[in-house]
């Protein structure tokens, strides 16, 4: 069983919960939830009558960050043939949590499934994330 599909838009990384202070409660902040949530829209858009994967499972993540305005022509260039990558924020591993905890009991029934799994940040014209998970 294989699950593929893109979403378009900036990349989020999964933020560190935050504590209500007048309460004493540890929650997630809203920006989080809200990516989680569209990654589940996409999901469901592409799966309608998903059935969430049962064994071990394989997660390829590629975040495609947008050029910079101010970049030059030449730089562009290096950017789209993958000379150049991105090393800004947000950071690998807090893109792979929220797509992860983005996929919990829609794609697998638990993220401790994954046993592997390979992320990479590359430029595009495009801002998206491409979310390839399979059972193998």
């Not at 900036?10 to 809203?30: D, F, L």
């Not at 970049?71 to 797509?99: F, H, Q, R, W, Y």
């Not at 592997?116 to 590359?122: P, R, S, V, Y």
Request: net charge positive.
């Amino acid at each position: 069983m294989i699950y593929e599909f893109e979403m378009f838009g900036s990349i989020e990384g999964k933020a560190r919960p935050r504590m209500n202070t007048r309460t004493g409660r540890a929650y997630t902040p809203t920006k989080t939830k809200l990516y989680e949530y569209g990654l589940r829209q996409w999901f469901l858009m592409n799966y309608p009558n998903f059935k969430p994967i049962e064994s071990r499972v394989k997660v390829k993540i590629i975040a495609y960050f947008e050029i910079p305005k101010s970049t030059s022509k030449k730089k562009k260039a290096e950017m789209l043939n993958g000379n150049i990558s991105p090393t800004k924020k947000p950071d690998a591993d807090n893109i792979i949590k929220i797509v992860l905890d983005g996929m919990n009991k829609f794609a697998f029934k638990d993220d401790t499934q994954v046993t592997k799994l390979e992320i990479e940040k590359k430029y595009d014209v495009n801002p998206r994330i491409y979310v390839k998970i399979e059972e193998y």
